[in-house]
């Protein structure tokens, strides 16, 4: 057997791969005796059928396939070994590969067309200059974020006041005809009403500004304008029955309970934070802020490898790069794409291509290393940005801890944290290696430029 490469240009080339009988033939005895042994054919015993009638039936089918495995295995073998950085997939040279005929020929040779990563040197300086945002939030934003948490950790207390319309109203709802209990009455031991709630002007004002041990007369129907799921709520029945209520009721009030937003103090700061992790108001607001300015980061990160990646590909604009066989391949590895569809995406692929290959580079010539503790440390913090976006940032440790171990099961995950782990690590090596011009922005000037820079590239998209 031989293998070859013959290098057509700096980025194209042809492996050729030489095939004699002895390369293959003990592949194809064991796979026709294997056939053989399992073969049922009418007239013969199964695994009695003679050599030579498999041989006769199914001999080239098998030496094809014996040839085909051989040679894919050897032309992966070969890329491997030789460190050939290629793009795209081997395909079958179309121009100086010779008619195969598994009938009469013993010696075959195969020609594969490959393409080869460019070499190129990337050259950055602090002559370089790129920009870093640094997301200062407003007061009113902060102050809102201070406000919802003070009102998500509130608790309901007992007042003895006249009710609210948000407050809630609890008591006992008695079925009355012509002011007395109904006979087969209908009644709520613990009722609850929120006025706010209650559609019916007239009969919310009832509730409002009443007082414990007051009773009230109502209709159901008419206070929540016959919506069928609320009152079978409020009246404890099912959806079917509430047909049957047409009576009025009294409603005898025994408590009323009003909503109380937390107090900035230490009992809050452990709820929102977690216990002890700040001890004063000064560092809860700042442990806040900070929270709220991470969750910008990803778009900081982003539209900084943006500039970045302009940078890079300006820089190598003018590299060698094998556009007629990536093309080609492109066609054939999706069948959906067509030679149109490939010529207007194709720019856009070409570039992807080469910041991919800028970013591989950096990460050799520097020797960038990826632990297993980097890929885990990140999942905890892609989990604690999601958990934050719903307010959540004291997770119990359990949760917290399965929710991280659920993420790094899944093997989709897995890779696409580890490719952001080698693009932080790309990020932090450019940062240190170009001039970084860092300019601080508001949050809502941040989030108008990049709504302006996603314009920009859904209009270039389109062109």
């Not at 007369?217 to 047409?246: C, G, H, M, R, W």
């Not at 809050?268 to 560092?283: A, I, P, Q, Y």
């Not at 500039?307 to 066989?325: G, N, Q, V, Y």
């Amino acid at each position: 057997m031989k293998v070859t490469l013959n290098k057509t240009n700096n980025v194209n080339g042809i492996i050729a791969i030489e095939l004699e009988k002895p390369d293959y033939q003990n592949n194809v005895d064991k796979s026709l005796n294997q056939f053989r042994h399992k073969a049922n054919i009418p007239g013969f015993r199964q695994g009695k059928v003679p050599k030579g009638i498999i041989q006769k039936m199914y001999g080239k089918s098998i030496l094809a396939e014996e040839i085909n495995k051989l040679v894919s295995n050897e032309l992966y073998k070969y890329i491997k070994d030789n460190n050939l950085n290629i793009l795209g997939e081997p395909l079958p040279n179309e121009e100086e590969q010779k008619t195969i005929n598994f009938d009469k020929d013993e010696k075959f040779e195969f020609k594969f067309d490959i393409a080869l990563a460019p070499e190129f040197e990337l050259s950055l300086n602090k002559k370089d200059k790129l920009t870093y945002y640094n997301v200062k939030l407003e007061d009113d934003l902060l102050a809102k974020q201070y406000d919802a948490y003070k009102q998500n950790y509130g608790t309901y207390k007992k007042v003895d006041s006249e009710a609210l319309d948000t407050d809630l109203i609890k008591g006992k709802i008695t079925e009355i005809d012509n002011g007395e209990p109904k006979e087969n009455l209908l009644e709520i031991e613990n009722g609850i009403i929120m006025p706010s709630y209650i559609k019916d002007e007239e009969t919310k004002k009832k509730f409002v500004g009443a007082k414990v041990s007051d009773s009230i007369v109502f209709n159901p129907k008419t206070a929540y304008d016959n919506n069928v799921a609320e009152i079978a709520s409020l009246l404890q029945i099912s959806k079917d029955d509430v047909k049957e209520v047409n009576s009025d009721f009294t409603f005898e009030i025994q408590e009323i309970t009003r909503y109380e937003e937390a107090e900035m103090n230490q009992e809050l700061f452990d709820k929102v934070l977690g216990e002890g992790v700040v001890s004063s108001e000064e560092d809860f607001k700042s442990k806040v802020a900070e929270m709220l300015s991470n969750q910008f980061r990803p778009a900081t990160d982003n539209l900084f490898m943006k500039s970045a990646r302009k940078l890079i590909l300006e820089k190598l604009k003018d590299i060698e790069f094998p556009d007629a066989f990536l093309k080609r391949w492109l066609l054939v590895a999706n069948e959906k794409n067509t030679e149109e569809s490939i010529e207007t995406d194709y720019p856009k692929i070409a570039e992807d291509l080469k910041f991919h290959l800028s970013k591989e580079k950096i990460v050799k010539e520097q020797d960038i290393k990826i632990e297993n503790t980097d890929v885990e440390a990140f999942a905890a913090e892609v989990a604690k940005a999601q958990f934050a976006q719903y307010g959540m940032s004291n997770v119990p440790a359990d949760i917290f801890e399965n929710y991280v171990k659920r993420m790094l099961d899944d093997q989709n995950t897995v890779r696409n944290i580890y490719d952001q782990v080698v693009e932080n690590k790309v990020m932090d090596w450019l940062k240190q290696t170009v001039k970084v011009n860092e300019k601080n922005i508001s949050s809502k000037d941040f989030e108008k430029l990049v709504s302006e820079d996603n314009e920009t590239e859904n209009k270039e998209e389109m062109k």
